[in-house]
């Protein structure tokens, strides 16, 4: 069974930097592409950003493009998403996800960490 632990999140001033981790475990991670998602109250779930299996093609959303990057080692089994100047508006709970191969929906999901960003 696939299970996905997100850490690394917490209370950050506007501004600085946080980075976030997911370990996965139960299935070989290096066939899965990976992604990161967040949730702030009253919004829709956001895209943030995915990374291949091989971690050869990586993309960020537009709103976080320049200061948002992902990362994996599969040696690790772990995804990381490495925040920068981040701000209020990034406050919401991080979610990391994995999916077989490179279509389709994400399949499988971490338990989500809370981002809070204070001004």
């Known amino acids: 069974q696939v299970q996905l632990v997100e850490s690394g999140g917490g209370l950050v001033q506007a501004g600085g930097s946080l980075r976030l981790s997911c370990a996965a475990s139960g299935h070989p991670f290096n066939t899965y592409d990976a992604g990161w998602f967040r949730q702030s109250p009253g919004k829709e779930r956001e895209f943030i950003a995915r990374i291949s299996s091989n971690g050869d093609v990586a993309y960020v959303a537009d709103s976080v493009e320049g200061r948002f990057t992902i990362s994996r080692d599969n040696t690790k089994n772990t995804v990381d998403l490495q925040m920068s100047r981040v701000q209020p508006e990034d406050t919401a709970v991080y979610y990391c996800?994995?999916?077989?191969?490179?279509?389709?929906?994400?399949?499988?999901w971490g338990q989500g960490t809370q981002v809070t960003v204070s001004s």
């Open positions: 996800a994995i999916r077989p191969g490179s279509l389709g929906p994400f399949k499988y």
